[in-house]
């Protein structure tokens, strides 16, 4: 930031604050009790949720319902060579309207913009409706097995129910709000290991190879057309995201094959059909084999109600823009939270840089951020 500059504002401010604590997953690096100390100051009560070393927080105000929830994380992924960036991936530089650094898109923008935004609305409505919560974990970006689903289950376990949640990755485009997610598709994977027999590659007829005793039924399983998707999700999708064999030797033929695959799948169809369809196509084949499972989220949307409204309404506000109300991309801790019986909607920065060299957000999307979430509450709260 030049010396010319003036101050940044106080949601940049926040944001450069929290940038420049390396936070890789699972780590926080007190990113957390840095915004439960400045959401206390305005009457929140702040409740950490720890749970298999991972840092989350349940930062509520109010007691009543609606429970409006603002969630989102602070871990980051890792930066990947720093000499390959433009600025210090954790120093938060500002040049030119730009704010540069790991996470400045995915999350922390959105999270300043949420502290800032419950700052605006408290002040505006010290006696608000319903209650505001921050559900904040340092487990979204890894396995996210003790993050929000180890607040969720606490909440479970006390009757806490969520009614509405604003998540805040970063669901925009071109523009801020052009996009919001009102739901995602489901995410199946599976390590699927073809068994073979190894032998001396001039011997084939004395070994078993699984690379060629796979291709047939990997390319019919490519070629299934799962559903047609709806109106609102696209068709499922298969993808192998990896293949390795092999002993690393030229004139080995491997005794086994391990194929990585994905699934994003919509409610056209279910995660048991997909796996009693793939299994089938494996039998048919004649295969020996075994295949492990991992279920990571089951599809959701929010349909128009409230909280959907009051997003888009608030976006229209202040942007002047009618949202694409989105179920595509990839999955977000909404995928938790919905089950519970709660609306949710994903609102945030422009996503064109997340997980990239050079992640950087527009400072002035940020401040318009803050507008529409504050927008957002209150219609829902004021």
Not at 42 to 59: K, L, M
Not at 93 to 117: N, P, Q, T, Y
Not at 148 to 160: I, K, P, S, Y
Request: net charge negative.
């Amino acid at each position: 930031m030049s010396a010319s500059s003036t101050e940044p504002s106080p949601v940049v401010a926040l944001a450069r604050e929290l940038i420049r604590r390396p936070s890789i997953t699972p780590t926080d690096e007190g990113c957390q009790q840095l915004i439960a100390s400045r959401l206390e100051a305005r009457g929140f009560r702040h409740e950490r949720i720890d749970r298999g070393g991972v840092t989350n927080s349940w930062i509520r105000r109010g007691d009543g319902a609606p429970l409006l929830v603002l969630a989102g994380h602070t871990d980051v992924v890792p930066t990947g060579p720093e000499s390959a960036w433009r600025y210090p991936p954790f120093d938060g530089e500002i040049e030119d309207g730009m704010l540069h650094g790991r996470g400045a898109a995915d999350m922390k923008g959105s999270i300043a913009a949420f502290v800032c935004a419950c700052e605006q609305f408290v002040s505006s409505h010290p006696d608000h409706g319903g209650s505001i919560a921050l559900l904040i974990t340092s487990d979204e970006e890894g396995p996210a097995t003790d993050g929000t689903v180890a607040v969720l289950d606490v909440l479970a376990e006390r009757g806490e129910q969520i009614d509405l949640c604003v998540v805040g990755e970063p669901s925009s485009t071109g523009r801020i709000g052009d996009v919001i997610k009102v739901g995602r598709r489901g995410s199946l994977s599976a390590t699927l290991t073809i068994r073979g027999k190894q032998g001396h590659i001039a011997y084939p007829h004395l070994a078993k190879n699984p690379v060629h005793l796979a291709l047939p039924a990997l390319e019919e399983l490519i070629n299934i057309e799962w559903d047609h998707g709806n109106a609102d999700f696209q068709p499922t999708s298969l993808q192998i995201s990896n293949i390795h064999a092999g002993t690393g030797a030229h004139n080995v033929i491997p005794g086994d094959l391990v194929v990585e695959m994905n699934f994003r799948f919509s409610p056209e169809v279910n995660d048991t059909t997909l796996r009693q369809r793939t299994e089938a196509v494996l039998e048919q084949h004649g295969l020996t084999y075994d295949i492990d499972w991992r279920l990571s989220g089951q599809p959701f949307q929010t349909s128009a109600g409230a909280l959907r409204d009051a997003v888009v309404d608030s976006i229209r506000e202040h942007t002047g823009i009618e949202p694409e109300c989105s179920t595509a991309g990839g999955t977000s801790d909404g995928r938790f939270i919905a089950p519970t019986g709660a609306q949710v909607v994903e609102l945030g920065p422009i996503n064109a840089t997340i997980h990239q060299v050079d992640e950087c957000v527009s400072t002035a999307d940020l401040e318009l951020l803050v507008r529409c979430y504050a927008g957002t509450m209150e219609r829902l709260l004021g």
